[in-house]
């Protein structure tokens, strides 16, 4: 039995273990099973076919043979994960130095440009396009 178990596993994406975004499908299906515990029964129905469908997913994932493929899907994954986590980061370090600086946005090009609070109305020079604009510190 353990040999016929090992040749149908084997070339699976299973084989390699678990990678990110089979952990967060996993995390996924159970956050939104919990949640549909406490809706009505008319709401919670959505929320537990969903979950269905990313545990469903997330076997096929494990019993595919096309690794290629896999690894790319968690390639996305790891991409927006990260682009998420350095917003959470910046917007945390942003708030973690309010006390003593203000964040201002250039008009022209979008950069955060941090000056120093309690200096009046200054000229703040964007270090990114050169642009200047007038605010109050």
Not at 6 to 34: E, H, I
Not at 66 to 81: F, G, L, P, Q, W
Not at 92 to 120: D, I, L, M, W
Request: charged share 25%.
């Amino acid at each position: 039995m353990r040999d016929k178990i090992a040749r149908f596993m084997y070339g699976r994406y299973a084989q390699y273990g678990q990678d990110g975004f089979n952990k967060f499908l996993w995390v996924l299906w159970l956050a939104l099973l919990f949640i549909s515990a406490f809706m009505s029964r008319k709401i919670s129905i959505y929320f537990v076919v969903l979950a269905d469908v990313c545990i469903i997913y997330s076997l096929f994932r494990m019993m595919s043979r096309n690794i290629d493929a896999r690894r790319k899907e968690n390639e996305v994954y790891c991409y927006y994960k990260s682009k998420v986590t350095s917003i959470i980061g910046q917007k945390k370090n942003e708030h973690s130095q309010k006390a003593n600086y203000r964040f201002y946005t250039c008009t022209k090009c979008g950069q955060r440009v941090r000056v120093p609070k309690g200096r009046g109305k200054i000229e703040i020079t964007c270090p990114k396009c050169g642009n200047k604009f007038i605010k109050k510190s």
